[in-house]
Each structure stands twice: as C-alpha cells, then as structure tokens.
C-alpha cells in the first residue's frame, strides 16, 4: 500500500500567518437527483484570520448560459441565515470548511462545465505570480449522456490542503471514491482563473505531469527544495464501464484546487501496519485489525473512504488514540446494493501527537462480490442436458448495479473447479467454455450444443455465474456432473483396414444401448430392434448418408457390441464417415454421433516428408502412433514414433526414394463404463521427398567507386553455413529503387563470390542502381529474395566563370568542366540587360559567345547563366538549380592580372 506523508506542523502556523490568505483550496461536485436534477455542492477552505473570504453564497455558472446562487450550509446560524450549525474548522492550522449547496435542473443532455469564480487567492503563492491579485476558480464537468446511467461526481474525503517538508519526499492522496463504481483517472492540471489557465503558472520544482499515478491519485514529489506556499490542480476523470464491456465512455470530471506549505521538519511520521487487499461476499461480515505505532508518541489511528460513506449499511472504524501503540478494527458486512466491478478505497491515517504532528496513510481495496447461485443440478434429455438452479441472495433489482443475467460454462469432463479467494467468473485456464446465458428471470438452460446435440459417453460438467449491470460476475457456482442417458448404441470405432482406390475397406465398432430406467426403457420400447449402419463419404460439409448393413433383434437381451467390415471403398482418396441408426420395433429411437476415419495427408519436402492427418469423432483422440512400411512393398511397418499434435515430420530421407506411411490414433470418451483406450488407423500414405527447398540468399555487399565508375558486389558462398547443394548464382538489379530487379547474369563457377558491374543510363555511365545476388540448387530452387542493397551516384556538375571565343583555338568555347551522372542540363545565358544570347540541353554546352538569334559575336562582358542540371540518382531524376557569371574576353591578349 502506499503510504501518503502529510506534516500537520505547528510550525507552519507562522508560515501561514505570515501571508494575507483568502481562499485556500476547494472543488465542485455534483450528486445525481432524477432526471435532469443534480444537487451541486461547493467546497472551500479559507483562513480563519481573514473574514473578507468569508461568504454567505457563491454563485455557480452551470455552463449552458444560467447561473445558480448556492447558500452556505455549514457554520454557526450568526453566520449565514441558511447555516445548520455544522462543523466548519477542520485538522488543519488556521482553516475554516465552506460548503455550499443547491439543486439545478438542466433541459436536457449534453456535456456542461461547472465554474465558480472568487476574488482572491492567498498572497505569497510561489508559483503564481501575484497571487493575492489572482482570482480563484475551480471547474468541473458533467456529462449528461442519454444512453449511460445517470452520474455523479467523485467524492473526496481527504481534504485539498496539505504541508510537507524540505527535503523530504512528499506524498499526497485525495482518497476518492466513485458512488457509482466508475473507473477514476487522475491527473495534474494548471490552476485556473477567470475561466482559463492562470498566465505564469508553473509547477513547483522537480515536480510534473508524471508526478502521480494515473490509477490511484497518488501524488509523489521528490522534493521541495524551499519554505514556500504553493498552489496545484489535480483533475479527477470518471470513465464508465458500459454494460460489462472493455468500453469506457467519459462521464465527468472534477478538478480540485489545492495548498501545499513547505517548512522545516524535525518529526519523524508513525507507521501503520501493511494491509492485503481483499474481498468480501454480499451479505457476508469483513472484520480486520489496524495497528499504527510511533514509539514514545502519542498515535490516534482514523479512517476514511467510500465504505464509511454509505448507507444501509456502512462500515465501521472507530478512532483510537494511545502511546506508541494502537489497534483498531475495521466492519463491514456490505449489502447487494453494493456490489460492483471495482473495488471500494478505504484509507487509514495515523497522526501522532508531536508538537510537530505528522501523519501516515494506508490504504486497502475491497472488492464487493455477489453470492453464487446455489443448487444447480443437471438431467439428461435425450441428446440434451437440462440445468437449473436457485437464484443468489442478491438476485433482487440491486439500485444502480441489477441483475443482468446468468453465464452457463460447460466442460467434457468432471471437473469439480474450485475459485481461489477473491477469482469471480469462470477463467478459461479451467477448460470451461461458455455456452449460453439467460436472464435473470430464467433459472433453466437447456444445453443441446447450439442444435447439433451432445454426445453419448461424455462426463459434461456444468457451472452457473451470475453476472451484473456493471460487468462484474459473481463467484462460480459448484460444478455438477452428468451424462446422457445410453439409449442408443454407441460408436467407438472407424478404423481403415486396407487401402485402395476402390478396393479399400473399414473397420466399424458400436456398443450396444443399456436397458432399464433411466436408460432405454424396453416396456415403452418394445422389439424388434435394429442397427442400421450408415455410411457417407468425407468428413466434412455437408455429407450424404447411404444404409450399408442391417442388424435385427427380436428381444433387447439378444443386442450385443457389434462390428462391420465396409468394403469396395476408396480409402486411398477419401476418408469415410459412419453412424449407427436405432430403431425400435420399426420406430427410429435415435443414433450414435458420427466418426470419420483418420485421413493422411503427405508433403514432400528436401530429404524430408511431412505427414498431417484429420479426423472427427466424438471421442478425444490424446495420441497418435506413427508407422512406416520397411522395406518399402514390404507390407512390414514399424513404429518410428508418436505424438499429441496432428503432424509428424520424419527427416534424413533420400530424396525420390518411395516410403509409405499410415497413423494410428489412441482415444477414450470421459464415461469410464465405455472400452478404452479405442484405437483406430488410417489409410497407407506413400510419398517421395522432393527437393522444394531454395538456397538461403548469400549474405553479399557493394562497394561502389565514383572514381572509375563501377560497382563491385562480393558474397560468401551459401554452402559454407545455410545450404548443402547450392550450385550457381544468379545477378539482379534495378537502375532505381522503384523498378523490379532483372537477372543480368549468371555465375556458374560456386567458388567465384564477385563481381563488378558497369552501367550505362542511356549512354551515360552510372552506379546507382539496387542489386540482389541469389543461389540456385540443383532441383532449380531459387533463393528467396529478401535483402537488396542500393547504391547512389555522386553527380558533378560545374561550368567556368570565364572564356576567351577569339579564335585563337584556346578557350573558344564556354564548356561544362569533366562532368559525371548527368543525364541533361536546360541552361539559358542572359547579358547583363536580361536579354537572352544562348540556350541549350547539351551537358557540354559549347557556346561560341555568339548571341543565338543574330549570330552576331557578343562583346566583351559579364553575363550570367540559369537553368537546371539533371543528375541521374537511384531514386529519381534530381533536377539541381545553376546560376553563375561568365567573363566573356574576345581580345587576343587576356587582360593582365
């Protein structure tokens, strides 16, 4: 549990006074009345020194455009008129309690924020800046939803003012509890004013958004570094849980406006006692002690939380005070109208009586459960099982939370499960599955497997859980075993023979049905009786049954277990499913459940064969034996092994040599009184193993060079560490990441792991490109491509600032320097008044400094280029903006430098 630290110090009491205080902390909550009516309540603490923060009513703007003025309702009737005499101080220095409260009728739904604005905050505040100037505001929000329950607010029993210590971590909790059993969320927010975040706000040092725990409210800082007063807001966020679903719709929030004081501290806190969370039954009585100690100090050891709170009935923790020691014990015997998913939060404060007091809190959750349904029993029905049981206690409308119906959970077995302490519901680690539910009114369920009806020789076994508005479940109920009654015969056999395309034949075994009540009654069911055995092919979808053997009766005594050979099947192609038809003096009785023989599938693989079988009986198969034919034609099989699963893999075969195979299954129904264990075989399975498997992918590299354009690609041979029979490689590549790859050679020789490319992108030479290097092995598998490495170009593009077109065969040209990884250029040369004098798409583009319309030489000059050069990359064309100068010079003699 987590221990809240609060240092309630006389110390802090000249702290205190030394500030003109106004309002100290406070929040807005609302109560739930009917329909759209909430009683809104207001509450504030202010200083006892400083009466102008004392107010008779507050006004509360609704947030749909009205107002509410709410009275005060506590303190001495000279006070306010509308005053009860309620207490109005609480334990804490200097501190008056100030609550208000009114009813308010909204028009209908919608999400409505709740403010409250006063003058003044206390002066001095540290972390808002001129804080006494600064108003005070508390907001809370209210979701009117017109499909979720109605709501009210959280309720917060731990006052919003509290002290702690330099130094010293300091911890906080607001002890909330949710009247409706609605999930809280909590986090820390700004405080406010005027209706909106106040400007300069900040968190006191080295604490932040992360400082509490999102699920449990508890506030950790670690720690104050100075004797300061400082103001936070934690919001309190209500999520429903809608209808027992994972679902959670946001309901409401409420923030809480609140007082730290930091001072200097020479006490140590009083401990109290560890306490487990825990759970108690509706109805049920839940008594537990509480110790506190703090040796050589007085201790008083006090309690609050939800619990404490309610009505009909509450709990109970009377204070206790002592030295050094002190126990006190903790009641509660909850009714059904408190059961709920989540848990209620009941917390415990120790306070010593040191000069300098300092308390301790701990806290437990206490989860609500209702009673289990009581008396369930079961009773076969033909194909059917029939269950009913006595409602719980709490089966009555339980206020918020009612009944909502039953679960009814179902496993093939007896299984007498039994909940550990506080576990509800039925897990799905116990093999229980769930089957139907119905309403709280029915207290019958009639369970016939959803139409296709339950098995014969099957222990089924049962269990019933109440379940409730909010989601959550009652304890399970105890477990009742039954079985169908043996009126009919039973399977227990579908066992191949021989294999064949249609000269194949099965096995079938049945057992005869039981007479005497409650089995077949002979007197209501007189003779002849007849078997009839039908017959389908596969063992799946739809299948069509075809009579293959009749077995009459006259007297019931004369039936016997009973077994037939089908033959002129084809069991090399299709498995086959039976069942045994009962008639009864020519009137049909009913029949057993089908059984398909077992089905073996093969896959050949590399020096290996994968076998795979399917079968649908009403028995469980738990083992399956596998067999294999030595020597192949032999007709001799042995066991070469076993398992549980459905696959059996046997390896270190020759590749295109012949093996055949066939699988028996090992089975039993639950009903002990039945043969077992009931073995059946498949059909004989031959297969080749076949070389399917491809060469790992060579793990490989590129070393790209600018320099003399290529890319050199180097891989370690496959055989060395992924692969036995790897024989050639193929080359890939893509001049762009987007393009597929395309084989563009092939390297035979296994020992050459290198190769270098050159690449021409429409006559330019380029090494940007992707490539994959992959192996081949001598079946024609083909590594999968599952790496590919890209390379990019490293383009070079510049022009000269200066050329001399004179004629004198040197220099006569404006030429691009050596370029690389250009495709193209769209340059345009401009003389110093814009006019144009040459444009070209030429890389090199060779301008003879003569002006392109008039042929005319162009004087000497400054001109400037523009344009785009298009460098070739592996992702894409990339056009790169040029600009620059040239100094055009047509004398025969540069000019000097």
């Not at 679902?247 to 109290?272: A, E, H, K, T, W």
């Not at 345009?828 to 090199?844: A, S």
């Amino acid at each position: 549990m987590k221990k809240l630290l609060l240092s309630f110090l006389v110390l802090f009491i000249g702290l205190s006074n030394s500030y003109a205080t106004h309002n100290r902390a406070g929040e807005i909550t609302y109560r739930w009345i009917s329909g759209y009516t909430y009683e809104i309540t207001v509450t504030t603490y202010t200083n006892t020194n400083n009466t102008n923060a004392d107010r008779c009513e507050l006004v509360v703007y609704m947030g749909n455009g009205d107002s509410l003025i709410l009275p005060r309702i506590n303190g001495p009737s000279s006070l306010c008129p509308s005053t009860h005499d309620g207490d109005m101080y609480v334990n804490v220095p200097y501190t008056k309690l100030n609550i208000y409260k009114g009813n308010f009728t909204y028009s209908g739904p919608g999400v409505y924020t709740l403010t409250m604005e006063d003058q003044n905050r206390n002066s001095g505040v540290q972390n808002i800046p001129n804080s006494v100037n600064t108003s005070f505001s508390l907001r809370t929000e209210l979701n009117i939803n017109p499909f979720l329950s109605p709501n009210s607010s959280p309720v917060l029993t731990v006052p919003p003012l509290d002290q702690a210590c330099v130094g010293v971590c300091f911890e906080h909790n607001p002890t909330a509890y949710d009247p409706d059993g609605d999930s809280l969320y909590y986090r820390l927010s700004t405080c406010y004013a005027g209706g909106a975040p106040i400007v300069g706000w900040s968190f006191p040092p080295n604490m932040n958004v992360g400082s509490i725990d999102h699920n449990t409210g508890d506030l950790v800082w670690c720690s104050p570094t100075g004797q300061y007063v400082y103001n936070i807001a934690i919001v309190i966020e209500e999520w429903k849980l809608v209808n027992g679903t994972s679902q959670r719709y946001f309901v409401g929030s409420v923030l809480r406006d609140m007082q730290i004081d930091v001072g200097s501290c020479l006490n140590s806190p009083p401990g109290i006692s560890n306490i487990a969370d825990t759970c108690i039954v509706a109805n049920s009585s839940l008594s537990f002690n509480v110790s506190a100690f703090d040796p050589g100090e007085n201790v008083t050891l006090t309690a609050s939380g939800g619990p404490l709170t309610l009505n009909n009935p509450a709990a109970t923790f009377p204070q206790v005070s002592g030295l050094s020691t002190v126990t006190g014990t903790f009641n509660w015997t909850p009714s059904c109208a408190q059961i709920r998913l989540l848990p209620y939060l009941v917390t415990f404060k120790a306070e010593d009586g040191n000069g300098h007091p300092l308390v301790n809190f701990e806290s437990v959750n206490i989860r609500v459960i209702a009673p289990a349904p009581q008396s369930l029993t079961a009773s076969p029905s033909g194909s059917s099982i029939i269950l009913n049981w006595l409602a719980p206690l709490c089966s009555a409308t339980n206020g918020t939370n009612p009944l909502k119906g039953y679960y009814i959970y179902r496993k093939e077995s007896c299984d007498p499960w039994f909940h550990s302490a506080c576990e509800t519901g039925v897990p799905s680690y116990t093999g229980y599955t769930l089957v139907g539910n119905v309403n709280p009114s029915i207290l019958t369920f009639t369970d016939n497997n959803n139409g296709l009806g339950l098995l014969h020789g099957i222990n089924y076994s049962y269990m019933v859980v109440a379940y409730y508005n909010d989601g959550s479940e009652s304890f399970a109920s105890s477990n009742v075993c039954v079985q169908l009654v043996r009126d009919v015969p039973i399977i227990t056999n579908v066992s191949v023979l021989t294999t064949g395309a249609g000269n194949g034949s099965i096995w079938t075994h049945w057992v005869k049905p039981l007479g005497v009540p409650p089995n077949l009654d002979t007197l209501a069911n007189p003779g002849p009786y007849q078997y009839r055995l039908m017959k389908a092919r596969g063992q799946s979808g739809t299948l069509s049954f075809n009579q293959v053997a009749v077995y009459t009766y006259t007297n019931f005594w004369q039936l016997t277990d009973t077994g037939f050979v089908t033959t002129g099947l084809n069991t090399q192609d299709s498995s086959y499913t039976f069942r045994v038809d009962f008639y009864s003096n020519g009137v049909f009785k009913g029949s057993t459940h089908t059984a398909s023989s077992v089905f073996l599938t093969s896959t050949p693989s590399d020096n290996q064969v994968t076998l795979n079988w399917q079968m649908n009986t009403p028995w469980v198969n738990y083992k399956y034996y596998i067999y294999k034919e030595v020597p192949t034609g032999s007709s001799n099989f042995v066991l070469i092994g076993n398992t549980t699963l459905q696959t059996f893999t046997e390896v270190g075969l020759t590749n295109g040599v012949n093996y055949c195979y066939k699988v028996q299954s090992e089975g039993e129904y639950s009903d002990p009184q039945l043969p077992r264990p009931l073995f059946n075989t498949s059909q004989i399975k031959c297969e080749s193993p076949v070389d399917l498997v491809a060469p790992c992918q060579p793990e490989f590299t590129v070393t790209p060079d600018c320099g003399i354009v290529q890319n050199v690609l180097n891989w370690t041979n496959p055989n060395t560490y992924c692969s036995d029979d790897a024989l050639f490689y193929n080359i890939y590549f893509a001049r762009t990441i987007l393009e597929p790859l395309q084989l563009i050679h092939t390297i035979n020789d296994l020992n050459t792991t290198s190769y270098t490319h050159v690449d021409n992108y429409e006559g330019v030479p380029s090494i940007a490109g992707c490539y994959a290097v992959t192996a081949v092995d001598s079946f024609s598998n083909e590594s999968i491509i599952i790496k590919k490495l890209c390379v990019d170009n490293c383009p070079f593009y510049e022009l000269p600032n200066v050329f001399t077109p004179n004629g004198d065969n040197t220099n006569d040209f404006f030429t691009a320097l050596p370029y690389r990884f250009v495709k193209d250029v769209d340059i345009k040369i401009y003389d110093r008044w814009g006019l144009l004098m040459f444009e070209t798409t030429d890389p090199d583009v060779e301008w003879d400094g003569k002006n392109a319309s008039t042929k005319k030489v162009c004087p000497d000059g400054t001109y400037f280029y523009v344009g785009l050069v298009n460098e070739i990359h592996v992702d894409a064309i990339r056009p790169r903006p040029l600009k620059g100068f040239i100094q055009l010079i047509n004398t025969k003699t540069a000019p000097s430098q």
